[in-house]
């Protein structure tokens, strides 16, 4: 990652959770990239030799699970802290125990921890769009978990969350972004796949859509982290808005190829749901389509207002949709593999 000129870290040490995922990982690599000492950084991981062979720094790495109860661990590890990043979350699952362990219970655990070891620590959380549930403008994306609809049980989680964040009495922000994509996204990959079958699976009408290409959500974090600490929820918005037809066209144009696209009507999505689901449960693997999906991909729209992020952190995302999709093709490889198969 390219070394580039970012805000004053607040001081103390910096905690990170997720940090063996997709944006954590990035968000790490960033600091590391841009000369921030190891010694200074704390990354909560839950398997520590799979997170050094990663490339985690052995000095940073500290074992503590958030789905576990383990409070001396974890009040060990957030002693002497300046901020908290927390990316750490469960994307996918069946039941609503699956989601809560982490998104729920897990954020519950470290900001009683944060309290009791760093009252002082900013603690920034990196939630989703789903905690504020469907908008086709936005007007709703930035309300108070107290009064968000989610529609999924992904979402109705991280709403949770935010309220164990904002409860806690710490300084905090939050950001809410819609849809984030990216090199190395398992999720982001699975779309490109699905937009490159012969066949493209679409809902029966297109409905408005907010995305953020994944280095745009982290000059937010880096953004909010330069600023006190700001009580808010920030939803955050990519630079366009597009729907749920156009994204696959356009992930298709970032390949050389065209989208054939076919419209299914949400009652056949909801029985290939539930197949997945019984398959998941049988492997313990839940997969990223699942009828918890289904639920918010039946919603009216997910659009963010980027108006909350401009006015409280002076931040605009500037990557376009059609220069972070290339970005990802690149990355990916399928743009060769389109060119190999034309």
Sequence with gaps: MAKTELPELPSGDLLITGATGFLGGRFVRE???????????????????????????????????????????LLDSVRGLGAVVHFAGTLKGVRAADFAAV?????????AAVRQASPQAHVLAVSSLAAAGPSRDGATS???????????LYGESKRRGELAVLQSGLPCTILRPPVVYGPGDGATRLLFRQSLAPLVAVPPRP????????????????AALARPALGLIVPLDGPERTDTHAFSRAIAAACGRRARQLPVPMCVAAGAAHLADLWGRMRR???YFSRDKVREIAACGWVADPAPAAAALGFRATITLAEGLADVARHAGFVRRVVAGA
Excluded: F, K, M, Y
Excluded at 103 to 111: F, K, Q, S
């Design 142 to 152: 930035a309300l108070p978990p107290g009064r968000t609809r989610p529609v999924s």
């Design 285 to 287: 693997d839940p997969g």
């Design 207 to 222: 409905t408005p859509l907010s995305v953020i290409h994944a280095d745009d959500v982290l000059a937010a974090v880096w």
């Design 103 to 111: 998104n729920i219970d897990g954020t519950a655990r470290l900001v």
């Design 31 to 73: 600091l590391l990239a841009n000369g921030v000492s190891p010694s200074r950084l704390r990354c909560l991981v839950r398997d520590p030799t799979r997170a050094v062979r990663g490339g985690l720094p052995a000095e940073s790495v500290r074992a503590v699970d958030l789905a576990a109860h383990e409070p001396q661990v």
